[in-house]
């Protein structure tokens, strides 16, 4: 399985980035991406989630209203749109996959490299 994250990038307060997860190598019939994030000195948190079928999303309460997850099934890729973005996003973003569609990291054996988001004030 293979996981390439990518997108992250330095952006102002109230902008906007989209993150892309392209997936690989593997075959399951049903499973989850999900989208995680770790902020200096702190612990890694999900942030959003959305089944295989793409019928099933799920967001932190801290990124609703301003993240949206989408998923290209022909490109085996799922993409993180984040808009009006705040310096508290500043973090580490990184995709899994895995076979429950819920936020939980222990349901996620599968990770990605992480990609840099900085929101600067």
């Known amino acids: 399985v293979q996981l390439q994250a990518s997108g992250g990038g330095l952006v102002q307060a109230g902008g906007s980035l989209r993150l892309s997860c392209a997936a690989s190598?593997?075959?399951?019939?049903?499973?989850?991406i999900g989208w995680f994030r770790q902020a200096p000195g702190k612990e890694r948190e999900g942030v959003s989630c959305?089944?295989?079928?793409?019928?099933?999303?799920y967001y932190a309460d801290s990124v609703k209203g301003r993240f949206t997850i989408s998923s290209d099934n022909a490109k085996n890729t799922v993409y993180l749109q984040m808009n009006s973005l705040k310096p508290e996003d500043t973090a580490v973003y990184y995709c899994?996959?895995?076979?429950?569609?819920?936020?939980?990291?222990?349901?996620?054996?599968?990770w990605g490299q992480g990609t840099q988001v900085t929101v600067s004030s």
């Open positions: 899994a996959v895995g076979f429950d569609s819920r936020l939980v990291q222990g349901l996620y054996p599968y």
């Open positions: 190598g593997f075959t399951f019939d049903d499973y989850a």
């Open positions: 959305i089944s295989s079928s793409g019928g099933s999303t």
